[in-house]
């Protein structure tokens, strides 16, 4: 006989209870696995990185594959190497007026919008009734856009306008707001501006809420007036946000061209006026069939757009974002 | 016991029969899907006829699907590219060459051809081919004419339309007047803001005078020849002297604000509506002005077409031929009475000789189509993209920043250049 039996499982058990036994340690079950700091994290987050895998970073991929061959959609797509990256910077006639007035609207839009945004955001903080007010400004922000291109063209009508009616009584001419190749761009910018102001207004006024009262009365017992108030410590103070609404309006005013599509039949007139690159880059693509040269448009929009952040995030830093 | 099995056993042999009869059934229906651009209201005459067509032959379904004229290049390209595209589509000519490029498109059986080419009038059947292949059934037509308020040339004291390239200038010189601002509140002569109003009229105006605007194997253009060159140079005078501007478009000839226009017949509908009662007395349509020479003009037209994916190719032309002949002794065929209720031509020659085309407005473009002055839109490579490009340079001479000259060789540079990329 042996000195030792076997247990339920086969295994055999010491004779004597002075014997030593180290077991194995328990086998981590599923729950507890997937329960681990290591796992959990990963398992939390997967849903969002599948999301962005399937729609961010496949497409990027497959548009920069597109980006290199000629593809109508309805055949296969044929090898071109880099030969749309090379006729989009040297050789056609239309790019760069596109990205002249992409600038022109992103950069008109930033230099309108966002102070006339910081300004109204400080008074109406210390209006009564800002939430009517804020409310009132967002209501574009709500609006269908082409309900708001309608509106506009209504009221830039050469003829029969508001406002030309109104330069009319005031004896003035009636400048061609959408109609002139030299105004319709401004005039988008002026639409664009009106639109974003109340989005715009919201995130100073949330910026405006984070200054401690503290800075302005230490600085009013100093003798800073009104003015010196705004300038010495709310400008400064917001920057953090003014670096948010900058670069968030700046990638929007790049890539935008709805209210262009909208406002002017698709055309981008008069005489491609108001044809931004996006809109470009719309036509290229769906009407004329070009996928591929489509796609090398949109990757050179994508440089110029990160080029620009990354030269905004660098000013910024340097100028005071990082010291507060 | 026995009796019980064999009632049992009936059934369920009767159970099986149903279930298998009625899956054979099912799968013997093929669907065909149609897509087009107009609306439920508009196709209703065709909605019914598919109805009827479904209870003449019960192993068809048809399922019609709308997509705005905007949006339809996009949808087939979305369908194709989904695996779910239409079995027939109805497609603008100028679409085809790229359509057809890709393969995209099915070619109709040669006895259909042979009905195609002997029931449609040339030019439509002309818009539906390309390089010599038909590539489906031609419908809408429409037609560029002069269009001219007999009013306000009356008033102005013109009694007649101008005839020569001369006349239209001096005549809308006449009536165009300024408000107080300096903007023109009363145009002679409108041109419009979306492409075919500045390059399906250049195409008009250079079929006026007898010469094509492409070269015959559609790889280069005649932009730069001496007609052309003249057309551009007039528009552009016209904007320069004060006869128009960007701000004065084709909407204004609706309203009563412009005198002088060139216009497809499509626009009948709306004038109509705008100047009710006074439209036969308002609204005149003459050929388009040339330099005295044989009448011209430009038409294009709309084709039913089969995708050459579908699984039912074969019952889908069947389909088109029945849609396109009249039926049970009706005088017009289903398509061509829903383009009669829509006020639209269509190149069916029976169809047209049964529609009412008698008035005044309608006979001049129907004049036009039958005696062939009426030539079909080049379908040229990348058609909308060259038309663009066109328009862009147009548009240079009507603002002042370029020379006829210039622009023409400009936009002939550039459009020969995506000509050269077909195969």
């Given amino acids: 006989m042996s000195d030792t039996s076997p247990d339920a499982t086969g295994r055999q058990l010491p004779a004597t209870p002075h014997e030593l036994i180290y077991p194995e340690p328990p086998r981590k079950t599923l729950g507890a696995l997937l329960g681990s700091q290591k796992i959990a994290p990963w398992l939390f987050l997967s849903p969002m990185l599948a999301f962005g895998a399937i729609f961010f970073i496949l497409p990027l991929i497959y548009a920069f594959y597109i980006s290199l061959t000629r593809w109508d959609s309805l055949s296969p797509p044929r090898w071109v190497g880099l030969d749309h990256y090379k006729y989009v910077l040297t050789m056609d006639p239309v790019f760069w007026k596109t990205l002249w007035n992409t600038m022109y609207f992103a950069a008109g839009s930033i230099g309108i919008g966002v102070p006339l945004a910081m300004v109204l955001a400080h008074a109406f903080t210390r209006s009564r009734g800002q939430t009517l007010w804020r409310s009132i400004y967002w209501l574009p922000m709500i609006t269908n856009v082409v309900a708001v291109a309608y509106i506009w063209k209504f009221v830039l009508d050469d003829r029969y306008g508001l406002l030309n009616r109104a330069l009319g009584v005031l004896g003035l001419g009636a400048p061609g707001w959408l109609t002139s190749p030299t105004l319709a761009l401004t005039s988008v910018v002026l639409i664009f501006v009106w639109m974003q102001l109340g989005h715009n207004m919201l995130l100073f006024s949330a910026g405006l809420a984070n200054i401690d009262e503290s800075c302005y009365e230490a600085a009013r017992l100093d003798g800073a007036n009104e003015r010196q108030l705004f300038t010495e410590i709310t400008i400064p103070l917001l920057m953090p946000t003014t670096l948010f609404v900058l670069i968030t309006n700046f990638i929007s005013g790049l890539s935008y061209f709805t209210l262009m599509l909208v406002l002017t039949d698709g055309n981008g007139g008069p005489l491609r006026s108001t044809t931004v690159t996006g809109l470009y880059m719309y036509q290229m693509a769906f009407s004329d069939l070009r996928m591929g040269r489509a796609s090398a448009v949109a990757y050179v929009l994508f440089a110029v757009i990160l080029v620009i952040t990354l030269i905004q995030l660098r000013v910024f830093r340097r100028g005071g974002v990082e010291a507060h | ?423």
């Fill in chain 2, 1 to 423: 016991m026995t009796r019980i099995l064999s009632k049992s056993s009936f059934a369920a042999v009767l159970a099986c029969t149903t279930a298998l009869t009625g899956m054979a059934s099912a799968q013997d229906v093929k669907t065909i899907k149609i897509a087009t651009h107009y609306n439920d209201a508009q196709m209703a005459p065709l909605l019914k006829c598919f109805d009827v067509y479904e209870s003449e032959h019960p192993d068809i379904k048809i399922e019609f699907q709308q997509a705005s004229y905007g949006d339809f290049l996009q949808t087939i390209l979305t369908s194709r590219v989904g695996g779910t595209s239409p079995d027939i589509y109805n497609i603008y000519s100028i679409w085809v060459p790229q359509l057809a490029a890709a393969g995209t498109l099915a070619e109709p059986p040669a006895d259909l051809q042979d009905w195609i080419k002997s029931s449609y009038g040339e030019g439509t059947v002309g818009a539906a081919t390309i390089n010599g292949t038909l590539w489906g059934i031609p419908t809408e037509l429409s037609v560029y004419q002069l269009l001219y308020n007999k009013k306000m040339l009356a008033e102005a004291g013109f009694d007649a339309p101008p005839a020569t390239w001369d006349e239209p200038k001096k005549i809308a010189a006449a009536i165009t007047t300024t408000n107080d601002q300096g903007v023109i509140d009363r145009a002679g002569y409108v041109y419009g803001p979306s492409v075919a109003n500045a390059v399906h009229v250049y195409y008009s105006q250079m079929y006026a005078d007898g010469t094509a605007p492409y070269s015959d194997d559609l790889r280069s253009t005649n932009f730069t020849s001496p007609e052309s060159i003249q057309i551009v140079k007039r528009q552009g005078e016209l904007f320069s002297e004060g006869i128009t501007s960007n701000t004065n478009i084709t909407d204004d000839f609706a309203a009563g604000t412009a005198a002088m226009m060139i216009a497809a017949n499509w626009n009948k509908a709306e004038l109509q509506q705008n100047f009710g009662d006074a439209f036969d007395s308002t609204v005149g349509v003459a050929p388009i002005p040339n330099n005295g020479g044989p009448a011209g003009t430009m038409l294009y037209s709309f084709l039913w077409a089969v995708d050459s994916t579908s699984q039912v190719k074969d019952e889908s032309w069947k389909l088109l031929r029945w849609l396109n002949e009249a039926q049970g002794g009706a005088s017009l065929s289903c398509t061509g009475q829903m383009l009669s209720d829509l006020g639209a031509l269509t190149g069916n020659l029976a169809d047209l000789s049964a529609m009412d085309t008698g008035d005044s407005f309608t006979a001049p473009f129907i004049a036009a189509t039958e005696s062939g002055a009426a030539k079909s839109q080049p379908n040229i490579w990348q058609a909308a993209e060259n038309d663009r490009t066109l328009r862009s340079y147009i548009e240079q001479v009507w603002a002042g920043n370029m020379t006829a000259e210039d622009a023409m060789a400009a936009a002939d540079a550039e459009v020969t250049s995506v000509l050269s990329e077909q195969q």
